[in-house]
């Protein structure tokens, strides 16, 4: 008796409370802070004298007024009472949510009712839920004092699996054309159940508001029986007495129901209080109006959310009825994403809540796997979840939500673009590689048009650092142009010096430069913009047709036909076709493939698994000539005279080509035909030496 005294009396906190441990049945009232003796303390557990506070009690002890009815669970609610208890939920911790939530409900109902005009007992009570632990008895309490349950209502709701008292409530308050209820979170009846996973018995006393009601008791350990029993001086509300498992005795720790409730029901409607003290301190930020909220609890609640230590660069604060009920807060970091962020493994930053309970911290399917850094909330009430709220199931609702909240993100970082370009430029400098992974990722035409607009790249007529939008380009576009032309080049240098470039300077059209080797995959895969071709300059010279060329300074055209036929003689299966092209001045030749951004990404990523003929099959480049520039020229006129000279210039001429195009992946592969070509420079210019000498000899 002693001992199990001190267990309790040790727990005592504030004024004026009456504690009962459950094995007694009088009640010790205490009207001041008390001292417990050092040495009944220490008779349980060695313990050294305090102060011990004075905290709520949950109630007094009841007493049995009735005898106990036993009742058994039907055969097909055993079987499923059997399934909730170990198969349904994921996270044994997840019982905690489930009961405040049961708690929050019983809570709102009888808000509700009470301003509805319902006459209720202790009307005016300030409503709460309370939670206490014990770890000497290895239990866990939570207690409301919401609405209640009669005997009836214990019978149906806790008796029958499956069938939601909130459900049937909320379809009571539909059909009366009633103001809705829209803070009830039950959805599926089976949340009580879920208590099972860690309990080996379950009490529960409960006392409904309406007047007169008489309190009971209904106990169960799950195995498919529970008896009901009527009982005295049960308080107002429910109290649900959780006897833990000796596997799960880590729930009668304090810290550890804490740490459960900041995690699923940090933002339920009412004050949950462990231990006398509560524990759900932050508000439902995503649910308050955007202009009460200042910077200062934004930051809060983005650190908070995305267990960061920097401060939000955009906010999202978005609200919508249609075509869904969305409640979402969205942040964009201020700092830079790390290497574990960029992965496409990393986990979504999103946490999803329904009517203020975390249903799961990190939602893969709210947003696409691009949009990864965005951290925040959604909360929704059409979301359908699986009988475990742990789940989303995969429906249409869940890709018109995804698809909604995609749209809301991209119209906003569109207006942060015309609104704040310095700030818009940083963030793309950050975090532009993801916009541009959502375009190749993308299976929607008209969501990838959308990244498109936020794009940047530089313009060949603007200056070295200025970058220039999608929808500026198509503005500046001259009449009659029906392409967006780009350039992929390592800098901005080696872009106006491209042989590709030459022509349309020429024609003086604006060519995006694409510095990043992954952009023109990304323009590729965007095919189309404002319905405009996006074509790189490498396609655009293939596109020429194959007429000869007849200007001033080229070489005749019968001479282009068979120096053509002789370079595709000498290159055999290394290019397909070779022509003239009109296309080129400074530069002698250029090689071309169908899709050049494809066949450089071939050429890195698996152009080490072919053999050398192989790349040239599936690569079928075209060889296009410049017939006015002097290498060629002197080509057409060494074939004949000199052929084993002009086969080594053709070649290597085709290789820096090739070189030219980024189709080669190691360009240490021409270093042997460039040593025999200056050999042969050499042995040439030695043989001319030797035969001007002896007539210079003899005219001395």
Sequence with gaps: MVVRAASYLSRVANTGVRVVAPTFRSTIEFTRPIRISANLLQSRQNLQPRWVGCSRCFSTEPATKGEPVEHEFQAETRMLLDIVAKSLYSEKEVFIRELISNASDAIEKFRYLSMTGETLDEADRQTVINISTDKAFKTLTIQDNGIGMTKDELISNLGTIARSGSKAFMQNVKETGKVEAKDIIGQFGVGFYSAFMVASKIEVFSKSSVPGSTGFLWTSD?????????????????????????????????????????????????????????????????????????????????????????????????????????????????SRPGMFETSREADSGVALYCRKILIKSRAENLLPKWLRFVKGVVDSEDIPLNLSRELLQDSSLIRKLRTVLTNRILRYLQERARKEKKSFLE?????????????????????????????????????????????????????????????????????????????????????????????????????????????????????????AIDTEGSLPVKDQSELSDWIKSTLGQKVAKVRATGKLDSHPCVVTVEEMAAARHFIKTQGSNFSEEQRYTILQPQFEINPAHPLIKKIAQLKTKEPKLSIALTEQLFANAMVSAGLVDDPRTMLNNINELLTMVLERNTTSSESTQPSESSDN
Excluded at 239 to 244: A, D, F, G, Q, S
Excluded at 289 to 318: G, I, M, Q, W
Excluded at 498 to 516: A, G, I, M, Q, T
Aim: aromatic share 12%; with cysteine.
């Design 222 to 334: 799950g195995t498919g029986k529970y008896t009901i029993q009527e009982m005295e001086d049960v308080e107002v509300g429910t109290k649900i007495v959780i006897h833990l498992k000796p596997e799960d005795s880590e729930f009668s720790d304090e810290n550890t129901v804490k740490d459960v409730i900041k995690k699923y029901s940090n933002f339920v409607g009412s004050d949950v209080s462990v231990n006398g003290s509560k524990t759900n301190q932050l508000k439902p930020v995503w649910l308050l109006d955007p202009k009460e909220v200042d910077e200062e609890l934004h930051n809060d609640f983005y650190r908070y959310v995305s267990n960061a230590f920097d401060k939000p660069r955009f906010r999202l604060h978005y609200r919508t009825d249609a075509p869904m009920d969305i409640r979402a807060l969205l942040y964009i970091p201020e």
């Design 427 to 547: 963030f793309y400098r950050d975090y532009g590689f993801f916009l541009k992974e959502g375009i190749v990722t993308s299976t929607e035409k008209l969501e990838k048009e959308e990244i498109g607009k936020l794009l940047r790249f530089e313009c060949s007529s603007l200056p070295a650092g200025e970058t220039i939008s999608l929808p500026e380009y198509c503005d500046k576009m001259k009449a009659g142009q029906r392409d967006i032309f780009y350039l992929s080049a390592p800098s901005r240098q080696l872009a106006e010096s491209s042989p590709y470039y030459e022509n349309l300077r020429k024609r003086d059209l604006d060519v995006l430069f694409c510095y990043e080797s992954y952009d023109e995959l990304v323009l590729m895969q965007l095919m189309e913009f404002d319905k405009k071709k996006v074509t790189s300059v490498e396609k655009e010279m293939r596109q020429d047709s194959d007429e």
